[in-house]
């Protein structure tokens, strides 16, 4: 549905973990419209964990927000628009798990981040954050949208102490990247989730309204880390190798929903009289 609306929370803890994939890989993912941002083969996941506090629309007062954890699986992508916004790039949410049910329903009614119910800990013990997901639901099948088992469970447990936040950002190994410079300039979080409606014309936004001053990412080290998502994606550990670990600090947020751009690569509308084909690459949209 078409509905612009505004929304407003504040992040209090949000941890930002980029991992690379081979592009094939995960091509088959992203709905036509749709191009992966690619370096050297690879493509780029953008895995979010984040407390929300007081999500609400931005209308009404903070003690009327929803407060909750929220876990998302999106992909670095880009694509190019027949308007005035020429190409734009952010993320296609491939997967949430959010621990509450009024969240994930209103998520999906409004927002095309794919929304499953689970039980999510982010809890910060001596210096270490762990995230903990149990039950994510049933995930869509990326080939034809029907359900391919309970996925969501995932661990991950970063340092983030001062000695690490106070590091100079260092390249991962085996990085296609030239620098860690350019990793930055390249996998920073994207204020823009995108995704492609029913019939392929155009692309869907959901727009981040941020203070990008207060904007700040520090470097964390990962301890561990297992998502059974991406297993369940026929994806390797050794196919699925870090890039970039960040905490982001509290901030507040507006997210817009409702705004489209027409794709340059539209199909065409079709002739009087005749029926459009169905959109192959629906079941990922």
Same mark, same amino acid.
């Given at each position: 549905?078409?509905?612009? &609306?505004?929304?407003?929370?504040? &992040? ?6 980029? /991992? ?29 964990? =984040? ?11 903070? =003690? =009327?927000?929803?407060? /909750? ?7 670095? !992508? ?13 993320? /296609?949410? !491939? ?5 509450s049910a009024l969240i994930g329903r209103l998520g999906n009614w409004f927002t095309d981040f794919r929304f499953h119910p689970a039980r999510v800990e982010l809890s910060n013990r001596s210096g270490v954050l762990t995230v903990a997901v149990q039950g994510g639901g049933e995930v869509p099948d990326p080939r034809d949208g029907e359900p391919a088992g309970d996925l969501g469970d995932a661990i991950a447990r970063v340092s983030v102490d001062g000695n690490v936040a106070d590091s100079a950002p260092t390249l991962a190994p ?7 410079? *350019?990793?930055?300039?390249? &996998? ?18 959901? *727009? ?10 520090? $470097? ?14 026929? &994806? ?6 870090? *890039? ?8 507040? /947020? ?12 539209? $199909?065409?509308? $079709? ?5 459009? $084909? ?8």
């Open positions: 549905m078409n509905l612009n &609306l505004t929304t407003a929370g504040r &992040l209090n803890e949000c941890l930002l973990l980029s /991992y690379r994939a081979p592009a094939e890989s995960v091509r088959h993912l992203v709905p036509r419209g749709l191009d992966l941002v690619t370096r050297g083969g690879f493509a780029f996941w953008n895995v979010v964990a =984040c407390t929300v506090g007081n999500m609400r629309p931005a209308w009404m007062p903070t =003690c =009327c927000g929803v407060s /909750y954890h929220h876990v998302a699986y999106r992909l670095h !992508v880009q694509a190019r628009t027949a308007t005035g916004d020429g190409t734009l790039r952010g993320l /296609y949410f !491939v997967r949430s798990d959010a621990d085996g990085s296609p990247f030239a620098s860690s410079a *350019e990793a930055e300039r390249v &996998l920073r979080y994207a204020p823009l989730g995108m995704s492609v409606d029913l019939d392929g014309r155009y692309v869907k936004l959901a *727009e981040v309204i941020r203070d990008e001053a207060a904007w700040s990412e520090r $470097p964390v080290r990962v301890l561990e880390s297992h998502f059974r998502f991406f297993d369940a994606l026929g &994806l390797s550990r050794s196919d699925v190798e870090l *890039e970039r670990a960040t905490r982001v600090a509290p901030i507040e /947020y507006r997210w817009r929903l409702g705004r489209r751009a027409v794709l340059a690569t539209a $199909p065409q509308a $079709p002739a009087s009289g005749t029926i459009a $084909p169905p959109h192959p690459a629906r079941a990922a949209a």
